[in-house]
Nanobody
Framework: QVQLVESGGGLVQAGGSLRLSCAASGRTLRTYGMGWFRQAPGKEREFVAAITWPGGSTYYADSVKGRVTISRDDDKNTVYLQMNSLKVEDTAVYYC????????????????WGQGTQVTVSS
């Protein structure tokens, strides 16, 4: 099993930045694709970003492209989501996930999910 714990969420003003972290325990994430997802009240969970292996390719939703960067630290078994130029519409619970299928992550499918961390962007 893989356990994922997100942290780094909080309240930030529009235009500000946050860095989310996802710490993994259990199996190594080295062979897994990792993704970040978000869900706002009354909305479906949506894809935000993913990082694949072995090439470390990254993918971003159009809504966040150019404003967020996904990265991973294999030594710390941690995945990060750096978010800049935050908008009010970025407000959501952000979830980290791991999946054996990168294409699945893009379709909001994963093998393991974290508990989520709240991001609130105020105007």
């Amino acid at each position: 099993q893989v356990q994922l714990v997100e942290s780094g969420g909080g309240l930030v003003q529009a235009g500000g930045s946050l860095r989310l972290s996802c710490a993994a325990s259990g199996r190594t994430l080295r062979t897994y694709g990792m993704g970040w997802f978000r869900q706002a009240p009354g909305k479906e969970r949506e894809f935000v970003a993913a990082i694949t292996w072995p090439g470390g390719s990254t993918y971003y939703a159009d809504s966040v492209k150019g404003r967020v960067t996904i990265s991973r630290d294999d030594d710390k078994n941690t995945v990060y989501l750096q978010m800049n130029s935050l908008k009010v519409e970025d407000t959501a619970v952000y979830y980290c996930a791991a999946g054996r299928s990168e294409r699945g992550l893009l379709a909001v499918r994963a093998d393991y999910w974290g508990q989520g961390t709240q991001v609130t962007v105020s105007s």
